[in-house]
């Protein structure tokens, strides 16, 4: 500082730093709530299919279920399916309930043993691989886990790659 | 410092920053001087509401069935949501502290005279802004406050004798209070008053400018003549 640091001068650096603080302070609130998306984490809308005791060996199970799927501050309800399979009890494997070729609901024989799409003729075998017709690919699987006896499952409606 | 040379030649800046900031303005002494801080006061309280509401709409949705599940996204999930909605409730009863005091200062200090009454009707017109501005956006959360607050400041309305039916029925948009209420509330709140505010101010802002700042009243010695 030197003597040209007059009060006139003075003041204007007081103004000139106070306005800088208001400013950074309005702008750093202001900016992180615009940025808010960038911190907010994807919430996973994890349905409870029931006691894992109720699906039983063998066979795949068609489960309805309704997904809670939440949308910042919108709460909605879709009506869903997926086809729920165990070999033991234990270890799971759930299916999108959507055929890989052009979406249409497919359905499980029980005599052939394998999963039927009515629109195509496209057949997938129980493990989801496919047999004939023009599906693409093998059947989506959703993502699923156990927790305290009860099967959860993340349906999203893309599905997730299995 | 080059690029504000070059742009003070082609613009004339330095002359606009001479008449905005350079001005005279009265040699005021004492507390009274901070009187004459009222208006940029208010001044500036507006622009953190334009900005804290410019926020807050991205947020918010002037439905019934989503308002007030915006809002409490807004003061629940949002980051700082509750401080910029804070700042936008309390700036709204903030600004008209500050825009009555500012009338009062200009009203007791007679600075509303020659020149200055077209600075003073524009200034009276900002009032009501303001008072508009706070009413419709009380509205906006949809709570309950905020229902029989609006019912109660549209039936006050109805009592205007013959127009009083229609007025409260183009507030309301239709017979009952409602969605169309909300909307129109809406629509008044972020896009009509702030026009109109806008242009008001720059024309209130430009008298100020254009006469200056009036001289603080002063006690003149009486003479005796008996």
Redesign the interface.
């Known amino acids: 500082m030197d003597e040209l640091l007059n009060r006139r001068a003075f003041l204007g650096r007081c103004i000139g730093v106070l306005g800088t603080l208001i400013v950074a302070m309005l702008g750093g609130i202001g900016g992180r709530y615009v940025l808010f998306p960038l911190f907010q984490r994807r919430r996973e809308d994890w349905v409870d299919l029931g006691p894992i005791a109720d699906i039983k060996p063998g066979s795949p199970m068609k489960v309805e279920f309704v997904q809670r799927r939440h949308d910042a501050w919108m709460t909605t309800e879709r009506r869903a399916s997926a086809w729920v399979l165990t070999p033991n009890g234990k270890d799971f494997v759930v299916f999108d309930p959507r055929c890989t070729h052009l979406g249409c609901p497919y359905r499980w024989d029980d005599e052939r043993k394998q999963f039927l799409c009515p629109c195509h003729a496209g057949i997938f075998n129980i493990d989801g691989g496919v047999v004939s017709g023009p599906p693409p690919r093998p059947l989506d699987r959703y993502p699923h886990t156990v927790r305290g006896g009860q099967l959860l499952i993340l349906p999203n409606p893309t599905p997730a790659a299995a | 410092m080059k690029l504000l040379t070059w742009l003070t030649e082609r613009t004339g800046l330095d002359q606009v920053w001479r008449v905005l900031f350079g001005r005279h303005v009265p040699e005021i002494k004492g507390p009274v001087a901070w009187l004459y801080t009222l208006g940029s006061a208010a001044l500036f309280i507006l622009v ?1 509401q334009v ?2 509401g410019i ?1 807050l709409a ?2 918010y ?1 002037p439905s019934p069935d ?1 308002a007030y ?2 809002v ?2 807004i003061d629940a ?5 509750r ?2 909605r804070g700042c936008h409730h309390w700036g709204a009863s903030f600004l008209v502290v500050l825009v009555v005091l500012h009338m009062l200062r200009v009203y007791v200090m007679g600075a509303y005279k020659y020149p200055r009454e077209v600075t003073w009707m524009v200034g009276v017109l900002l009032l009501l802004l303001v008072l508009a501005f706070g009413f419709t956006g009380y509205l906006l959360p949809w709570d309950q406050k905020a229902y029989w607050a609006t019912a109660v400041g549209t039936n006050i309305a109805g009592q205007m004798p013959g127009l009083g039916p229609l007025l409260v029925k183009l507030l309301k948009g239709g017979e009952d209070m409602g969605a169309a209420t909300l909307t129109r509330f809406y629509a008044l709140h972020v896009l009509i008053l702030p026009i109109i505010m806008a242009l008001l101010i720059l024309g209130h802002l430009f008298l100020v400018i254009w006469h200056g700042i009036s001289e603080p009243p002063k006690r003149r010695r009486v003479t005796r003549q008996d």
């Open positions: 953190i900005v804290t926020l991205m947020n949705v989503h599940d915006s409490r996204f999930q949002v980051t700082f949501g401080v910029i």
